[in-house]
């Protein structure tokens, strides 16, 4: 999984700011503040949603501090990038913690989606890395089948090729590996039998197994 999601907005970077605060302040975000980036490379607006930050102390108080509660409005190659933090998610060790991180996440990409003015990119591919003898990798390959969710299952142990290739962009030799790419080229990683991250990037609504 990124630390980070991005996308690239379609307006100037004044147009982006004022549709991010607009639509953070319809949705019931409270403001905080700004914060400039050094040399002029951008903006970070500090925000803050009261209550998913208060469900959050309830389950798990000691992550407050990686809450993500800003927005980043970066100036790159002659583009504005509109993101936010997804380190919280990696952090989530609970069914009711994830639950509360992965509505965090969708606030958050809603508000990402309003500033840069662009939709939810569009799932292409799922590609699935395992070997013949990864008993997790049979699971999560019954688990995709019974969801009904088309993918393409890549043996690492038959295909260096693709074991290197999945060692570079992940830095991952361990298996099962989910990859998920998008319209616009991006590819997300999913290590492990993650049901939980699955069914989000999957939006799934039944229920998750645990």
Not at 71 to 85: F, H, I, M, P
Not at 124 to 135: A, I
Not at 137 to 164: H, N, P, T
Not at 181 to 188: F, P
């Amino acid at each position: 999984m990124k630390l980070a999601y991005f996308r690239k907005s379609t307006r100037s970077f004044d147009e982006t700011l004022a549709a991010l605060q607009a639509t953070a302040a319809e949705q019931g975000w409270k403001e905080l503040g700004t914060t400039a980036l050094p040399e002029d490379q951008g903006t970070m607006v500090l925000l803050c949603r009261p209550d998913w930050l208060g469900e959050l102390i309830k389950h798990d108080h000691q992550v407050l501090g990686f809450a993500p509660c800003s927005v980043t409005l970066l100036k790159k190659d002659n583009e504005v990038q509109v993101g936010v933090s997804q380190l919280m998610q990696l952090l989530a060790q609970s069914p009711d913690f994830a639950k509360i991180a992965a509505q965090a996440s969708a606030q958050l990409r809603e508000l990402v989606h309003a500033a840069a003015g662009v939709g939810e990119p569009k799932l292409e591919k799922v590609k699935l890395y395992s070997t013949k003898s990864c008993p997790y990798c049979r699971m999560e390959k019954s688990w995709l089948e019974g969801q009904k969710i088309e993918f393409e299952e890549v043996y690492v142990d038959l295909d260096q090729a693709e074991a290197e290739r999945l060692v570079r962009n992940t830095g991952q030799l361990g298996v099962p590996v989910t990859e998920f790419v998008y319209n616009e080229g991006e590819a997300e990683y999913v290590v492990g039998f993650d049901r939980a991250r699955l069914q989000d990037l999957l939006k799934l609504e039944t229920p998750v197994a645990v």
